[in-house]
């Protein structure tokens, strides 16, 4: 199967893309710089330099594939427009294309931010999606995934979306870097994670499965981690008063993953970060 993969030079694309290979996958990358590609190209990865805001460029790397990958994605100290331009906009613009060139499968990481405020339980693929407007990010998902599911009912594109929970593992500094938020966090908050390696299950999954009409699959491990875990996961002392503060709403971020286990057969190879932290790769 070759793959139009983009984002590939991003946190995930670039841990995905070797899994993928290695797993039989024969990868198109588009990239903005062809030097940040050589890694890539190393591991046997072909690659088209290209942007998702110049539809020439998406349309010509498009040709010969069975499926587009769409990873890229603006979220990281970007302006609400560029937002919205990108994570919304130009992945229409790129399902658009693909329905033109003829390929076959789309499938598009979202993120289980789309559910916004949860529900006094895990948010599941059918409920209504409550991402707060004045949220950039997670609102120009939903509104892309939205746009999705009408361009898959009016050509029957063959739509697969991963709400991934927060992506960490294989030296990716994220789980570092989520203390910006949980430094201030109640102790018992938790935060969803996925490893790595998941997210390539995940995907690869999605790209090789039968699944019938669209779907959305909630992605993540089997345990979400407690701020006071992220502050012994980090190395860092929990200052007391996170122990007395009060959580209004427990179940925010957390989601089920009853559909991707049982349509995908979902297993996470890191069921907690636990796990991961003691194989090494956490
Ligand atoms: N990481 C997480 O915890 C997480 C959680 C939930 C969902 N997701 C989703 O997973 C996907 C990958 O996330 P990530 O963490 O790998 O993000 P990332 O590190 O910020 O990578 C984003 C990628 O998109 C590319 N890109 C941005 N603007 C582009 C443009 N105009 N034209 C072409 N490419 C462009 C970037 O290219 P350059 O490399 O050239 O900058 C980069 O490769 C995203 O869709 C994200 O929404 C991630």
Redesign the pocket.
């Known amino acids: 199967m070759t793959v139009l993969v983009?984002?590939?030079?991003?946190?995930?694309?670039s841990r995905l893309i070797p899994r993928l290979i290695a797993n039989g996958v024969v990868v198109r990358a588009?990239?903005?710089?062809s030097t940040?590609a050589s890694a890539l190209a190393e591991q046997g990865a072909e690659f088209v330099v290209g942007?998702?805001?110049d539809q020439e460029s998406v349309e010509t790397a498009m040709d010969g594939v069975e499926a587009v990958l769409h990873?890229?994605?603006?979220?990281?100290g970007v302006s609400p427009e560029e937002a919205e331009r990108?994570n919304n906009v130009?992945t229409v613009s790129l399902a658009e294309a693909a329905v033109a060139r003829g390929v076959r499968r789309f499938v598009f990481?979202s993120?289980n931010l789309v559910y916004g405020p949860g529900r006094g339980r895990p948010a599941v693929e059918s409920d209504e999606l409550l991402a707060p407007a004045s949220a950039s990010y997670p609102s120009a998902?939903l509104k892309a995934e939205r746009a999705l599911q009408d361009i898959h009912e009016k050509t029957g594109l063959d739509l697969r979306i991963l709400r991934?929970a927060?992506?960490y593992g294989d030296g990716d500094p994220?789980l570092r870097e989520a203390m910006r938020w949980a430094r201030n966090w109640p102790a018992h908050k938790r935060l969803h994670m996925v490893h790595h390696a998941d997210v390539f299950q995940a995907v690869f999954l999605a790209l090789r499965s039968e699944v019938g009409s669209w779907r959305a699959f909630n992605v993540a491990d089997d345990a979400p981690v407690t701020t006071a875990e992220l502050f012994e996961l980090n190395g860092e002392h929990m200052p007391e008063e996170r122990s007395l503060q009060v959580l209004d709403d427990p179940w925010e971020g957390i989601v089920s993953t009853r559909t991707i286990r049982s349509m995908l057969g979902f297993r996470p190879f890191y069921p907690t970060v636990w796990t991961a932290r003691s194989s090494g790769c956490g």
Not at 6 to 11: E, I, K, L, M, V
Request: hydrophobic residues 40%.
């Open positions: 983009t984002g590939a030079t991003g946190r995930v694309g588009l990239v903005r710089d940040r942007d998702l805001r990873l890229g994605a603006a979220f990281r990108i130009s990481t993120t998902k991934l927060f992506v994220h």
